[in-house]
């Protein structure tokens, strides 16, 4: 079956959000009859019209579900898609992260969003000696599930710049992994200082973008370009109205070239390519 998309035009897309703001934002992207019967096959053919959708799991989900399944903070099963918990501001394992929104919560559930070249900004106009180290490699500890790479951690820089092309990757839950595991590099005291100051920096109020998703919405975001998180949030009793998202992740044909240090973890670095995601078994 072929879905009709009307507002979609694809170039502008594109272009905003590998040259532009980073954000794409539609409000009444599907009819509700495609919500409520075919949500998952309609949001993935947009994806293909968009970019090249890539495996979020061993599994090869192409569409991932964004719903509570109770895990307990500690529990490394416990990604962020899968907990109610307020999340870090980060960047996710492709270009372009895409949202539908199905159902929102009962209440929270915000979801913030900051330019994470104007971050680097203020980092390096206030504190340069901590944005240089921004710029150096970090461990990042492989996820429980990112079984297909020989080594248990990877380093890649949080700020980066490839033939005049900047680009912020960052997940601190993944570095603070790494330097809780005797396998990994330890942190140094300034590399903990330097993150410890930047996620202060984004979480100052008058840089952040906030607004709440409600069903039918659409978001993608330049993953390279902004950081994104989401508040804490509580769930309506009933199971049928609990929070519910789908997500996809998205390599684009017009992606910007990378640091070659990205390689290890996302495959390809040049301009154009197909790279990121988990490997499926």
Known sequence: MSYNFPWLSVAPLRNELEN????YFEANAFQESLLLQEPKACFLELARKIGHPLSQ???NELVLDVIDHGFSKGDQ???GPHSNRKLGFHTDRCDVIGFLCLRAAAT???NQIVNSKEVAQIIQKERKDLYEVLCTPFPYKRH???SK???PFCMQPIFSSQEGFFACSYLRVLIDRADQDPDCPDLSKVQKESLDFMDCVCEREEIQTRFRLEPGNVLFLNNWTTLHRRTAFTDFPEKDRQRHFLRVWLSMPNNRPLDPAFK???GSVEAGKIRGGIRAN
Do not use: C, L, Q
């Not at 532009?20 to 954000?23: E, L, R």
């Open 144 to 146: 429980v599930m990112d």
């Open 77 to 79: 099963r416990a990604r």
């Open 57 to 59: 799991s061993v599994h």
């Open 20 to 23: 532009k703001s980073g954000i």
């Open 264 to 266: 290890e973890n996302f």
């Open 108 to 110: 929270g559930g915000e």
């Open 149 to 151: 790479n020989p080594k």
